[in-house]
């Protein structure tokens, strides 16, 4: 239990002196209790015609209380509690008998425990001891006092605990259906607070394999363009062809990334479009890519992929090895890039090396690029290592293969 208000409640819409004091409700519970509250209102007053032993001026006061008391006890539960504890003493002090409009009690008993903050959970807990001890006394001590106790002390004693035993369990089954009701109210503000988080996650998984597909596809493509770009202009002078082929090569692969882009920002707007993914199919535009920016590129695939791996696995292989090719043109020294892929049964070995120079050299593998690889594996469930290993840089990984249901 805690201070504030139930799940659903929005105490802030009242001035901050009386925010404590009432819950907001909606125009529906607004009618339903409108409803219920003249009909009691109703019942009660007609019932009043058949108590002949108080006056209507002493009998519409506690009527009203208890009127109040039930009309209040979803809105405000504690000054509902109140106005039914001076009804109750006023229908006592007034020496009135019980009435139907005592039901109410039970109502705002239900309340507290239902809506109240945890003071008037616990008041209304209490409230239900000391009601007992009331009516025990009311019924059946104060009448053998003024008596003279007509009938034996043991067996008055007996009545009294009997009517305080029935009176309490009366009130405590009100109070605890209320606790009972409050805590599946709880329960569904933890179902609530456990979906909206879970979207949240979704939503920043999701906006982070955005992130990282755009930075794959800028990067890379950017890459192929300033190696082609490059290699234009040296060789536009000597071999206008090879200039306007470079050219052709920027224009294809700008287009490519533009669309690429284009893809990734729907996707962002509209997480439920998913979009289509690269796969394996799409691993030989790339490798033409990476050849057309002018890229010794050997591919060694030993074992091939036998039927179809699932989809994050061969999304995994296309990022990483789109990633590590593109730092292969930023870094390398023109030499050869070797490609290995080995798809065994239970998983696939990647490797992806290139020469680079010493001024090329990145100081540790610790760039975006090598911890966006690391991530791609890593989500697949494998693991990636990248460094120098004698005068060239090397990117392994071990991407586990889940069994895919025929």
Known sequence: MDDRSTPGTAPDVWPPRLAGLFREVSPTQWAIDGVVGIVFAAVSLLSMRAIGSSSLLVLIPTVILMIAALMLSRLSPPLALAAAWFGALWQMGTQQQPMPANVAIFVVLFATAAYGSRLVYWAGFASAFLGAAVIAGYLVVIPQIWRGFATSLTESATTAALTFIAALFALLLSWTAGALFRSILRGREVRRAQRDAEERASAEEERGRIAR???????????????????????????????????????????????????????????????????????????????????????????????????????????????????????????????????????????????????????????????GMRERAQLAGGRLDAGAEGDAWVVRAEIPIRAVAA
Do not use: F
């Open 213 to 371: 597909d755009m930075h794959d596809v800028v990067a890379h493509s950017l890459a192929v363009v300033i190696a082609q770009a490059d290699g234009a202009r040296y060789a536009a002078a000597a071999d206008p062809d090879a200039a306007t082929a470079a050219l052709a090569t920027i224009s294809q692969t700008s287009r490519a990334a533009l669309a690429d882009v284009r893809l990734l920002l729907t996707q962002l707007r509209h997480r439920q479009s998913a979009g289509p993914q690269p796969t394996l199919a799409d691993l030989e535009q790339l490798y033409a890519q990476v050849r057309a920016a002018g890229v010794d590129l050997r591919v060694d695939m030993d074992p091939a992929p036998v039927g179809a791996a699932p989809a994050a696995v061969q999304l995994a292989v296309y990022r990483i090895l789109q990633e590590a090719l593109t730092n292969a043109l930023r870094h390398g020294d023109g030499g050869p890039v070797d490609v290995g892929l080995a798809w065994h049964p239970e998983r696939v070995d990647l490797h992806v090396g290139n020469r680079i120079g010493v001024e090329g050299r990145p100081s540790e593998p610790g760039g975006h690029g090598v911890i």
